[in-house]
C-alpha cells in the first residue's frame, strides 16, 4: 500500500468532507463513477463532468473534494486498483488454482485492467502522478516479495533460490503487461501461473 502520509496523498485527499464517507453518499458514488469511466475511456479521454452525471452528483460535489482530474484518478487507484501485492496470500503461491485465480482477476477483469491502464496512461502525462508512482511501486514490491519469502519458509543451506525482490518486480511487471497490452503472442494465465511458480520454488510444481 502507498503512504497515505505522504505529501502527494495528502494533496488528494485535503479538502474531504468532514462528515466522512457514508455508503452510497455522494463522494462514494463519484468514485464508483470515477473508476467506471476511467476504466472505459481512460485517463485523456475521461473529463469531469462525464464521471458527475454517471455518479449522478453534481460538478460541485467534485470540487469540494478535488482540485484536479488526476488527484481523483489517484484516489480511485489507491482505493480500487486490482493488484497482485493485495491479492496474493502466502497460500496462493502453493496452490496453482488459487495463483491463476489471482491472476485472472488482476488480469482478466476488463474494469480492474481498464484502470491499470488509465493509471499508467497518466503516469506519462501527469508529474504529480508520476511522482506518487515512483514513491508507491516501491512499496508494493516490498509487499509482493514479503508474500514471497512467508510461502517459501526458511531455505535450506545448500538450496540456492532467486530473491524475492527480483521475482515481485517479474509478477508485478508481467501482470501488469498481460492486463494493459496486446495480448498476441502472450501467455494465458495458466502459464504465467506455472512460470511464477517456476521463479517462486526453482522448478515446476506438479498440479
Not at 46 to 68: K, L, M, P, S
Not at 116 to 126: D, G, I, M
Not at 171 to 190: N, Q, Y
Amino acid at each position: 500500500m502507498p503512504n497515505l502520509n505522504s505529501r502527494s496523498v495528502r494533496a488528494t485527499t485535503r479538502r474531504r468532507s468532514t462528515h466522512g464517507r457514508e455508503p452510497g453518499g455522494s463522494l462514494e458514488r463519484l468514485i464508483a463513477g470515477a473508476q467506471s469511466t476511467f476504466a472505459e475511456r481512460g485517463y485523456r479521454a475521461a473529463n469531469i463532468h462525464e464521471i458527475c452525471a454517471r455518479a449522478n452528483v453534481g460538478i460541485g460535489t467534485f470540487y469540494a473534494h478535488f482540485d484536479h482530474k488526476r488527484q481523483l484518478l489517484q484516489r480511485v487507484f489507491i482505493e480500487r486498483a486490482v493488484l497482485l501485492s493485495r491479492l496474493l496470500t502466502p497460500a496462493d503461491l502453493l496452490d496453482h488454482d488459487r495463483l491463476v485465480a489471482c491472476l485472472r482477476s488482476a488480469s482478466d477483469d476488463p474494469v480492474a485492467a481498464g484502470l491499470l491502464r488509465a493509471w499508467y496512461e497518466a503516469v506519462l502525462e501527469e508529474p504529480e502522478v508520476a511522482r506518487f508512482h515512483a514513491e508507491w511501486r516501491p512499496t508494493t514490491l516490498k509487499t509482493l516479495a514479503a508474500t514471497i519469502e512467508e510461502a517459501r519458509g526458511p531455505a535450506p543451506a545448500t538450496v540456492s533460490r532467486i530473491d524475492p525482490s527480483m521475482i515481485a518486480w517479474a509478477m508485478a511487471t508481467l501482470s501488469r503487461e498481460l492486463a494493459i497490452h496486446d495480448r498476441s503472442g502472450a501467455p494465458d494465465t495458466e502459464a504465467l501461473a506455472r512460470f511464477f511458480e517456476a521463479l517462486v520454488w526453482g522448478t515446476l510444481r506438479s498440479g
